[in-house]
Nanobody
Framework: QVQLVESGGGLVQAGGSLRLSCAAS????????MGWARQAPGNQRELVAA???????NYLEAVKGRFTISRDGANNTLYLQMNSLKPEDTAVYYC?????????????WGQGTQVTVSS
């Protein structure tokens, strides 16, 4: 089994910053990719940022230049540094991984952390 636990969400004023963390644990043999997605009320979940094995990163156009994804491979910890936050960034942020165990390869999701940006 794989567990993903997010932390770092909260309430911040527009223009402020937050740093999200995600700790992956369990019987992980390898990780192909890790990333962050978000879901605002009434909206579909959207991918925000991802980092794949090798270090390549991808970002949602709306967050490019403001968000930075990084990963501590030794500790299987994922980060999302969010700067210049806007009210439209308000959402529940979910960590995910494409993880491989001895018995399963697939996507795993964390429980989510709320980010609220006030205007």
């Amino acid at each position: 089994q794989v567990q993903l636990v997010e932390s770092g969400g909260g309430l911040v004023q527009a223009g402020g910053s937050l740093r999200l963390s995600c700790a992956a644990s369990g019987s992980i043999v390898a990780i192909s990719a890790m990333g962050w997605a978000r879901q605002a009320p009434g909206n579909q979940r959207e991918l925000v940022a991802a980092i794949i094995r090798g270090g390549n990163t991808n970002y949602l156009e709306a967050v490019k230049g403001r968000f930075t994804i990084s990963r501590d491979g030794a500790n299987n910890t994922l980060y999302l540094q969010m700067n210049s936050l806007k009210p439209e960034d308000t959402a529940v942020y979910y960590c995910y991984c494409n993880c491989h165990t001895m018995t399963r390869s697939g996507a795993y999701w964390g429980q989510g952390t709320q980010v609220t940006v006030s205007s």
